[in-house]
Each structure stands twice: as structure tokens, then as C-alpha cells.
């Protein structure tokens, strides 16, 4: 995804895409972030526990735990009623 | 809920791709008659083998019109590229209607305009401009039919066409940026929610 992002809807993506266990590079990949930056943000995930970190056939890999879920379905609520209470744009 | 969602996004989208072919094909237009009104102009001095006052001032607008309708096409373009990567990655999701498919488009519609908010005010600028000058190139267009007056019929033709066509040119001009400001408007406001929004998840972040 490109363009400029706020923090929280760059955690969404990131929580959103490690539904299924991903790589560090697929993630980084994936939300469009450089190496330091994808860091920070999968450290800060990591330390409130809304991410789990695993390893398998030698590969690290990132999987969206259980805790995540209440800031998951608030974010999608919130952004869709964003969308939808005000007017609609038309010709 | 969802499918609400998917066929207010469907409309609004539409709505924009219109707007920026729209302006697109004006500036193209506002370019190639800048250029073929400067060089009709300049070749009736050539011609004639003297600058003639009405013919400089023609040329000189048409030119300046011109340097106004590259920077109109500049800016279109520009929002039209990063708009038409967001259709087409609309058009391979929307055949999936669920919350975080509506989501991600949210999220990338708010990115897409908070990183073309400055091109749109730009372009509004542009497309205003140009529109004022081809609106005076049209009504020098009419004065002249009206006041020397062709002699011929396909003269007249032509020249009432040109003079119509720097209308219209100018009226696109000058009357789409306020779909434009339209857009920024709907668009600032959802931004602002987004920001209130942030609030509530960084408590819920907070909180664990």
C-alpha cells in the first residue's frame, strides 16, 4: 500500500496481513516500509503482545495473536462509519 | 453495511475518474489552442510585415494560456496516475465485499488524498487561471467577430467556433475546481474524524 499512512492504520496492515504467519521481508514488503521502520513498528506490536513471534524450518516468522483482535474490529468499524456518515462525493 | 460501503466507494470513485479525465482532456484541449491561436496570430503579422496591437495581445494570451494549461495537464496527470493505480486496485477487490477489503480501500483513498492534497490545490489554482484567460481570449474572440467582422462565411464559421471554443475551455476552467473543492471538503472532513479516531485506539492500545 502506498501513500502517506498514520501509524495506527500502518499497525492495521501489519496485524491484518499477519493473520497468516509472515516473514519479516513479505511484511515489510507487503506495507510498503523501509527495514528500520518495519523494526520499530513490529517491536512495538511485539511488546503489547498484539504480535508473536515464532520460528519454523529455520525461518522467523510473525504471526497476529488473539489480543489484537479488539483494536482489529475497532479500527474496521470506525473507519467504515468514517466513510459513511458524511456526504457523498458525486458530480 | 459492507455493501453500502463497496457501492458508495463505487460511485464516489467514478465520480473522481470523470473529474480527472474531464480536466485532463480540458487542459489538452486549453494547450492546443493556446498554441494554434499564438501561431494564427503571429502569422497574420508575418503577413502583414508589422506587429499589430490587437494580434500582440492575442498572441500574448495565448501564450500565457498556454504556460497555465501545461501546468493545468501537470497536475491533472499527476492525480490521474496516482488515482487510476487506486481504481484498478479497487476494481481486483471489490469483487471480495467484506469489512477489511473495505477497510484497506478507506485506508488508501485517506492515503491517496493526504498525499495529493497539495497537487489538487494546485491544480484548482491552474485550472482557474487558464480558465480566466481562455474566457478573455473568447470574449477578444467575440468582440472581433462582432466589431471587424469576417468577410466570408467560412471566416465567420470559424471564427465563432474558435471564440465558442474559448468559452467552453473556459468555463471547464473555471467551474471544475469547485468539484475539486467538493472533494477536498468530504475528504478534510474524513481526515479529521481520522485523527479523532486515533484517540480512541491509542486507548485501546494503552490499555493492554
Keep these: 500500500m502506498k501513500g502517506k499512512r498514520t501509524l495506527y492504520e500502518i499497525y492495521w496492515e501489519i496485524l491484518t496481513f499477519c493473520k497468516n504467519p509472515c516473514t519479516f521481508t513479505s511484511i515489510i514488503h507487503r506495507c510498503s516500509l523501509n527495514s528500520k521502520i518495519g523494526q520499530e513498528h513490529l517491536g512495538f506490536l511485539l511488546s503489547k503482545k498484539f504480535l508473536r513471534r515464532f520460528e519454523e524450518e529455520t525461518r522467523v516468522l510473525y504471526v497476529t495473536t488473539e489480543n489484537a483482535n479488539e483494536f482489529l474490529e475497532a479500527f474496521k468499524n470506525m473507519y467504515l462509519e468514517l466513510f459513511n456518515r458524511g456526504p457523498e462525493f458525486k458530480l | 453495511m459492507e455493501i453500502k460501503t463497496l457501492e458508495r466507494f463505487n460511485r464516489e470513485m467514478s465520480s473522481f475518474f470523470a473529474l480527472t479525465i474531464i480536466n485532463l482532456v480540458g487542459a ?65 477487490r471489490s469483487e471480495k465485499t467484506n469489512g477489511q477489503t473495505m477497510t484497506e480501500l478507506i485506508i488508501q483513498n485517506l492515503a491517496f488524498y493526504r498525499e495529493n492534497k497539495p497537487a489538487i490545490e494546485k491544480l484548482v489554482l491552474g485550472s482557474r487561471v487558464t480558465g480566466a484567460f481562455f474566457m478573455l481570449l473568447g470574449a477578444i474572440g467575440v468582440y472581433n467577430l462582432l466589431a471587424i467582422g469576417p468577410t466570408d462565411l467560412v471566416s465567420l464559421f470559424v471564427a465563432a467556433l474558435g471564440a465558442f471554443l474559448c468559452v467552453a475551455l473556459g468555463i471547464v476552467g473555471i467551474y471544475s475546481p469547485s468539484f475539486f473543492k467538493k472533494y477536498s471538503r468530504i475528504w478534510e472532513q474524513r481526515l479529521k474524524d481520522s485523527v479523532e479516531i486515533e484517540n480512541k485506539l491509542n486507548n485501546i492500545l494503552e490499555g493492554n
Excluded at chain 2, 494580434?55 to 497536475?75: D, E, K, Y
Excluded at chain 2, 496516482?82 to 484498478?88: A, E, I, V
Design chain 2, 28 to 92: 489538452a484541449l486549453a494547450m492546443s489552442y493556446g498554441v494554434s491561436t499564438g501561431v494564427n496570430n503571429l502569422f497574420i503579422m508575418i503577413n502583414a510585415q508589422r506587429i499589430l496591437p490587437l494580434q500582440t495581445a492575442l498572441l500574448g494570451l495565448a501564450m500565457l494560456g498556454f504556460i497555465f494549461a501545461i501546468r493545468w495537464q501537470i497536475f491533472s496527470a499527476r492525480i490521474f496516475s496516482g488515482f487510476d493505480d487506486l481504481r484498478d486496485e479497487f476494481k481486483n
